[in-house]
């Protein structure tokens, strides 16, 4: 496989960070238990502080200045909690109670208060150091208006660490995404949990809960789906054994 530097793209300083972020923290975390028995999955606690914590750490080094976050298990820990850690940063709540929307209709859900412009999204349940640069910046800077619908943050498979899938994607040497996974075959690239996508692929959706590779697909149908590689360390925080590994690791950091 090529060096990851060579999917890296050339950042574009005109463009400006986005804004908001919509932070993914509905799921029910069942591959967690015991661990989310009694708390959900963002307030699961990684090297000292909830995975969800580590996600607004960056957000805010980033400088993101407003964060939909969407709720679902056990909703009102997660709202207690942002409440009194939001630290600068204004957060609103995408409720999704009666009924969990999954990523794409979680973001139907939340659209209008997402307005317009191309924003960030960020699961909750994965965990990075970020490299030379913060990932989120790196992002930014490497969105082209013109040519994208999606860009996404990718890391190669050999070091996702705790993940135990086969990779995502495919990218051209430009960085252009290609082609999905194909069955019984590796891809290199692993999705890290972020991307920033454009309000104008969000179109023509089905009712109820739905994944986002359909403005993933649609996108790169389009050649309009575009990755950058995450030059840092990422941990696929998924389970009570991934805990462990990442913190193993972070305590040598």
């Given at each position: 496989?090529?060096p990851?530097?060579?999917?890296?793209?050339?950042?574009?300083p005109?463009?400006?960070?986005?804004?908001?972020?919509?932070?993914?923290?509905?799921?029910?975390?069942?591959?967690?238990?015991?661990?989310?028995?009694?708390?959900?999955?963002?307030?699961?606690?990684?090297a000292?502080?909830?995975?969800?914590?580590?996600?607004?750490?960056?957000?805010?080094?980033a400088?993101?200045?407003?964060?939909?976050v969407?709720?679902?298990y056990?909703?009102?820990?997660?709202?207690?909690?942002?409440?009194?850690?939001?630290g600068?940063i204004?957060?609103?709540?995408?409720?999704?109670?009666?009924?969990?929307?999954e990523?794409?209709?979680?973001i139907v859900?939340a659209?209008?208060?997402?307005?317009?412009?191309p924003?960030?999204?960020?699961?909750?349940?994965?965990?990075?150091?970020?490299?030379?640069?913060?990932?989120?910046?790196?992002?930014?800077?490497?969105?082209?208006?013109?040519?994208?619908?999606?860009?996404l943050?990718?890391?190669?498979?050999a070091?996702?660490?705790?993940?135990?899938?086969?990779?995502?994607?495919?990218?051209?040497?430009?960085?252009r995404?290609?082609?999905r996974?194909?069955?019984?075959r590796?891809?290199p690239f692993?999705y890290?949990?972020?991307?920033?996508?454009?309000?104008?692929?969000?179109?023509?959706?089905?009712?109820?809960?739905f994944?986002?590779?359909?403005?993933?697909?649609?996108?790169?149908?389009?050649?309009?789906?575009?990755?950058t590689?995450?030059?840092?360390?990422?941990?696929?925080?998924g389970?009570?054994?991934a805990?462990?590994?990442?913190?193993e690791?972070?305590a040598t950091?």
């Open positions: 496989m090529k990851s530097a060579t999917y890296s793209l050339r950042p574009n005109a463009v400006a960070m986005p804004e908001t972020a919509m932070v993914m923290a509905a799921g029910l975390g069942k591959r967690m238990r015991p661990l989310t028995v009694t708390r959900p999955k963002p307030l699961v606690e990684v000292g502080k909830p995975l969800l914590d580590h996600t607004m750490d960056h957000l805010r080094e400088g993101i200045k407003r964060a939909v969407n709720v679902h056990l909703a009102d820990q997660v709202e207690a909690h942002l409440k009194a850690r939001a600068g204004d957060v609103q709540i995408s409720d999704e109670r009666a009924q969990l929307m990523t794409g209709g979680g859900q659209r209008d208060m997402l307005g317009d412009a924003f960030f999204t960020v699961n909750s349940d994965t965990l990075w150091v970020d490299g030379p640069i913060g990932s989120l910046n790196a992002l930014a800077a490497a969105w082209d208006d013109e040519k994208m619908d999606a860009l943050l990718l890391v190669p498979l070091r996702a660490y705790s993940h135990k899938g086969m990779g995502d994607f495919r990218l051209d040497p430009l960085g995404i290609t082609e996974r194909k069955p019984g590796l891809a692993v890290a949990g972020a991307q920033i996508i454009h309000p104008r692929v969000i179109r023509d959706w089905p009712e109820g809960p994944s986002t590779n359909l403005f993933w697909n649609r996108a790169m149908e389009q050649g309009r789906l575009w990755g590689v995450h030059q840092g360390l990422w941990f696929d925080v389970t009570p054994g805990v462990k590994e990442a913190e690791i972070l950091v």
